[in-house]
């Protein structure tokens, strides 16, 4: 049998998870990564020195793969999908019209109001001097959000009007997250918070377990938001039944949206959910995998991943999704200072790819001569199963340690809510 030729676009954990998942699963691939890191064993690199989009594309088209599965956020916003597909490559991502659920924050809400999905309240501001009144009228706290891509910095919580003058200035004025078309400002929702991930092909959707990442840098959610410190999946304070039902109004109503506004989607949606009481409310779409909810997720899948991207790449129906009666777990080993300024090329002394029954995922790492080094302020995701979740944490706590030096951290309460 022919091997499938395979290129994963990204080189984060989330790309390295599913790397891993595909080797695990199939013999019968040969993977190639833009750009390889060299860390991952029996990955191939992929044009590591093209930095445009436009020289990728050619040489993709030159080349040709089986699949191509696009991991960033970037690259599908700017419709790099929508390019691969005009030469007929097989995709797994979705279109560019599509991918604005997560690059346009003003689209997605204005989708969310149109097909009924359940979100919070918000005005939007697209020019500081014509509209900085209406920040008087709102009832305070409330969230300020970019609507562009900001590198997940983009939303601001804002106690009170001077300061979201402020946040609004520096938005729109002051460009302090890039070139932004406007801003929402949202009603402030309090409730706990869900990572609901779903992938949507044919007109059908699949959804993952709950999962939850935990996005503050220190211990009892204090300190910066960041990326994701950690993960867990399932969830035991979210049950079964609630998380399908609300799965099923909200992929539903995704789904006949796309359909009234002829949007394609071949991909993974990922709809952060906050549930005030016992009822969800969307507070963003992302048009990719979480990064690191992926981690967990497909340590937990039992379907042949290479299977459903290829059914999801071709919108075919996906199949039903099965996962593992087991507790998965991923904490995430940062540069001392991260989020805000941190070191790079910090050594990771000792590196496996696997410890026991522990995946040591690779980052943001790079492998230079015979030396591990940090590329980025998110190093290594340690990841582990299993049916006990007191097993699972002293498992993956075990192991994090030996990566413990006065370089780096990690949060300790990672899957406590
Ligand atoms: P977003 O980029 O929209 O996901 O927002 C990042 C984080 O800000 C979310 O995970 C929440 O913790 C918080 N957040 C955003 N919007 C709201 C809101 N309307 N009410 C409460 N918290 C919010
Ligand atoms: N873990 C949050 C995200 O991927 O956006």
């Given at each position: 049998m022919k091997n499938f030729d395979i290129l994963v676009i990204g080189n984060g954990g989330r790309e390295a998870a599913i790397i891993y998942k595909l080797l695990e699963q199939n013999e019968n691939i040969n993977i190639y990564q833009?750009?390889?890191?060299?860390?991952?064993?029996n990955v191939n690199p992929f044009c590591n020195d093209i930095d445009s989009d436009e020289e990728l594309l050619k040489e993709i088209v030159k080349r040709g793969f089986d699949l191509v599965i696009i991991g960033p956020e970037i690259p599908l916003v700017n419709g790099f999908s929508d390019q691969l597909r005009a030469y007929s490559i097989d995709v797994f991502g979705p279109s560019q019209r599509g991918a604005m659920l997560e690059g346009s924050k003003i689209f997605a809400k204005e989708f969310m109001e149109k097909f009924g999905i359940p979100t919070a309240k918000s005005i939007t501001i697209c020019d500081f001097e014509d509209e900085?009144?209406?920040?008087?009228?709102v009832i305070y706290p409330v969230f300020m959000k970019a609507?562009?891509?900001?590198?997940?910095?983009g939303a601001v919580f804002c106690e009170n009007y001077d300061f979201a003058l402020k946040i609004l200035e520096d938005i729109l004025v002051n460009n302090k997250f890039g070139d932004q078309e406007g801003v929402l400002v949202e009603e402030y929702l309090q409730g706990v918070e869900i990572s609901m991930l779903g992938l949507i092909s044919n007109n059908k959707y699949e959804i993952f377990p709950p999962s939850r990442d935990?996005?503050?840098?220190?211990?009892?959610?204090?300190g910066l938001n960041t990326g994701g410190m950690g993960a867990i999946s399932p969830?035991?304070?979210?049950?079964k039944c609630d998380y399908e039902k609300w799965g099923k109004i909200i992929f539903d109503k995704v789904i006949a949206g796309m359909k009234a506004e002829n949007i394609q989607y071949n991909g993974v949606l990922y709809v952060g959910l906050i549930l005030v009481g016992n009822i969800p409310f969307v507070l963003e779409f992302n048009c990719r995998f979480g990064d690191p909810e992926t981690q967990v997720l497909l340590s937990l899948l039992k379907n042949n991943l290479l299977d459903i991207f290829f059914n999801v790449a071709g919108n075919k129906d996906i199949g039903k999704m099965e996962f593992k009666n087991e507790y998965a777990l991923t904490v995430v080993l940062a540069a001392k200072g991260y989020p805000e300024r941190y070191n790079k090329n910090i050594e990771i002394k000792n590196?496996?790819?696997?410890?026991k029954d522990i995946r040591i995922i690779p980052a943001n790492l790079k492998k230079v001569d015979e030396r591990f080094l940090s590329?980025?302020?998110?190093?290594?995701n340690i990841t582990g199963t299993d049916k006990s979740y007191a097993k699972l944490r002293e498992k993956v706590y075990n192991t994090i340690k030996h990566f413990k030096n006065e370089n780096v951290f990690y949060r300790i309460d990672i899957g406590e809510i």
């Open positions: 833009w750009q390889y890191q060299g860390v991952i064993s900085k009144d209406k920040l008087k009228s609507s562009g891509l900001a590198g997940g910095k935990h996005k503050r840098a220190l211990d009892n959610n204090e969830l035991d304070d979210i049950s590196y496996k790819e696997l410890m590329t980025g302020g998110r190093i290594l």
